[in-house]
């Protein structure tokens, strides 16, 4: 009797902890299902994006030689970006980071500034944001302050306060000391990105003035392409310590 009670505990115990295992395994196959669909999704838009690359800059390349370091300044910052996302595990990208990440090539003591409150942006937002964070880089030093020993970068954010919002993030590139500037006859597929990536993808606006003493663009991001709990904290920040130059923000030197 105590035997055939003892048999039927045990084996209720095994059928439960089996009905249990196939729950967890069930689950685990529809996480995995939405990861492949998730990776799969991303996979595309990468190619997609690469794609749209090379052809571009096949298109506004005048000779192979441009194309290919062209076309290579592109993937390879384009493979750093991924890199850092994949080391923060898609959580988003620091907008100091994306900047030190860009410049870091042509950095020498005190030709560059990076200046602003911790601010993480989302992967789609802080993707665009790197290539045309990459376009400023590269044109500064082909074209602009970086071409020069005595020239300056300085990239600085901020968020203007809407009411009692901080409904978008404004970043704003100042060049300084280089060769003096003119508005081009002709614009390659540098302009294009810096001036429509922004505006296309993330629905932000892009102001790119091509001032005598050095180029300076201004970049808005509407607040959704940042992280929620970054963009809570500004809210709730003193206005004043969410303003450049201030307490309260992270100043990154050479
Ligand atoms: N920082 C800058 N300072 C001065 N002039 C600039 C600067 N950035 C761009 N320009 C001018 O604008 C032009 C267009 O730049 P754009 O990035 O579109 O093309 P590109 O750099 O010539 O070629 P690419 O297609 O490889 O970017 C440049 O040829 C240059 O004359
Ligand atoms: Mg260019």
Known sequence: MLLTALL??????????????EAVLTQSKERLQLVVAELDHRVKKVLATVSAVAANTLAASRSMEQ??????????????????????????????????QELAPYRMSNN????????????????AVAMVLHELTTNAAKHGALSRREGRVSVRWYWPLNGNAHDRLVIE???SGGPSVKAPSRSGFGTSVIEDLIPYELGGTVDLAFA?????????????CVNRDILLAANL??????????????SYGP
């Open 173 to 175: 590139w100042m060049e």
């Open 112 to 127: 560059s500034e990076i200046n602003g409150p911790e601010v993480r942006l989302t992967a789609e937002a802080g993707q």
């Open 67 to 100: 194309f290919v370091s062209g076309l290579d300044g592109r993937l390879r910052s384009m493979a750093s970006t991924h890199e850092l996302l994949s080391q923060k595990r898609w959580r988003g990208l620091t907008l100091a980071d994306l900047a030190q």
């Open 237 to 250: 920040k003193d206005l004043s310590s969410a303003r450049p130059g201030r307490g309260g923000l992270i």
């Open 212 to 224: 005598c003493d050095g180029l300076r663009c201004r970049l808005e991001i509407p607040s959704d």
């Open 8 to 21: 039927a505990f045990i084996l209720a115990a095994l059928f439960s902890e089996r009905r249990h295992n």
